[in-house]
Structures are given as C-alpha cells and as structure tokens.
C-alpha cells in the first residue's frame, strides 16, 4: 500500500509538472524567462543555484521569474 502510494504521488508529481512546463513554454515568456521558470518550478533550484548554473545575478534571475510568473498568470 505505502509502495502504490509513492508510485501515484510520483506520477501526480510528473502530470503537474508537465503542466507547467506546457504553461511555460506556451505562453508569451521569453527564453530567458523559460529557463529561469524551469530551473525554479521544475527542477527546483533557488534563486541562488539557478544564478550560479546561469552566470546571472540573483537580482536578474528574480525579474525574469516575475516577468514570467506574470505572463503564465495572466
């Protein structure tokens, strides 16, 4: 019971995920602002990793997660 609890929570997990990714990549958000959004909402980076694997500043990588939290909002 507890293994097919898992297995279903992995799977929910993967469904949402995918439906992020196709909001992110469907929407009017800039590359940039795709990589950003994915890193941090798909693969779960922070601000700082996601500056650090990009070579952008924290401050950069946080405009462009708003921007595009912003359009997938809208």
């Known amino acids: ?17 995918a439906g992020l990714l196709d909001m992110i990549l469907s929407k009017s958000v800039k590359p ?20 650090k694997r990009t070579g952008i500043t924290r401050r950069h990588v946080c405009r462009l997660q708003a921007s595009a939290v912003k359009k997938m909002s809208s």
């Open 32 to 51: 940039a602002e795709q990589t950003v959004a994915i890193l941090r909402y798909v693969e779960g980076l922070t601000t700082d990793e996601i500056a």
């Open 1 to 17: 019971a507890q293994e097919e609890r898992i297995v279903n929570y992995t799977a929910a997990i993967k469904l949402a995920q």
